[in-house]
């Protein structure tokens, strides 16, 4: 099936549209028809900062909207006229009815500088064809899960661990983030208080997803790079579980090229085989934290 037909196929199969989500009328015909069909406005909802550069908002979601946990959305604001759009993870649940994104001000960016002025009320843009390389389906059966962030290449984990079906294939989920300074911990609260207490999620949460944040350019209780905690081996030491091992262990990573880099090397290394593509299940899975170019 075309993109066209599969959009407007897409388009048929929606529910009633809330008054809040509404669908962007195509301006005119040709190769820019299928990418608009697709564009959603929504409404924010609330915003957070969590220091001067890193901030959160949610917005309305359209009800037809759907994404596997760990996908990210084309999200924008229209810039003179047209579209400006950037790939976000989505960090809300897949069944939450608010969109959620964690986004870092890029200075002299084209959109985040956008972004960041954004206030409850204000709408923006949302491509509905969700994306993405950091899905569970394309990790083959393993006891525990790893995964992987620095910066804001936390945001589509957070989806991954509101997501029931994730504890019932891993006996262990463990969350590491990354980070230069404290205030950029961004959801510390949220992962280690409130999702243990969820009403839902909070049993199995309580009994199999271990948060291990961990700062590197000032004292925390855990410092060091990723890189450093896997290879010296006190990551699993401290956490009193063996050593990354790829018979057992699954892996998503998500941050910087550079962290992208030298963390494959390090699983590489230790065995570990990536999916080669969607279907192709492998030992671990990689996504870029997007940032703007
Ligand atoms: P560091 O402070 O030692 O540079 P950034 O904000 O640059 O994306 O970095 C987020 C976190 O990722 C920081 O704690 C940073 O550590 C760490 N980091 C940066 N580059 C790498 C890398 N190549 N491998 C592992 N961790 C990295």
Not at 6 to 26: G, K, Y
Not at 260 to 276: K, P, S, T, Y
Request: charged residues 25%; contains cysteine.
């Amino acid at each position: 099936m075309s993109e066209l037909a599969s959009a407007r196929l897409l388009e048929n199969d929606r529910r009633p549209t809330q008054a809040s989500s509404s669908r962007v009328e195509p301006g005119h015909p040709g190769p820019a028809l299928n990418k608009l069909v697709l564009l959603h406005t929504e409404r924010v909802t609330s915003v957070r900062p969590w220091n001067d550069r890193v901030f959160t908002f949610c917005t309305t979601r359209d009800p037809g909207l759907r994404f596997r946990s760990g996908q990210f959305l084309m999200l924008g604001l229209p810039v003179e006229g047209k579209p400006l759009m950037r790939a976000y993870s989505v960090v809300s649940a897949n069944y939450e009815e608010r969109l959620e994104f964690l986004c870092i001000e890029v200075p002299n960016g084209p959109l985040s500088p956008r972004l960041h002025r954004l206030q409850p009320g204000d709408e923006v843009l949302v491509n509905r064809k969700p994306a993405g390389t950091l899905v569970a389906d394309d990790l083959l059966p393993g006891r525990r899960l790893y995964l992987f962030a620095t910066g804001t290449g936390l945001a589509p984990f957070l989806s991954i661990v509101k997501d029931p079906e994730v504890y019932e294939r891993f006996e262990r989920v463990v969350l590491v983030h990354c980070v230069r300074h404290l205030p950029d911990l961004a959801y510390q609260q949220y992962l280690s208080q409130e999702l243990p207490r969820d009403e839902f999620l909070g049993e199995v949460a309580r009994e199999k997803l271990i948060y291990y944040p961990t700062v590197t350019r000032e004292p925390f209780r855990h410092e060091g790079r990723i890189t450093s905690l896997v290879e010296s081996g006190k990551l699993c030491g401290d956490l009193g579980l063996p050593p990354l091992d790829a018979a057992e262990d699954r892996v998503m990573l998500c941050g910087s090229e550079a962290m992208l880099a030298d963390l494959r090397a390090v699983l590489d290394r230790r065995g570990f085989r990536v999916n080669a593509q969607a279907g192709e299940p492998g030992q671990y899975v990689v996504e870029k934290a997007f940032a703007e170019k």
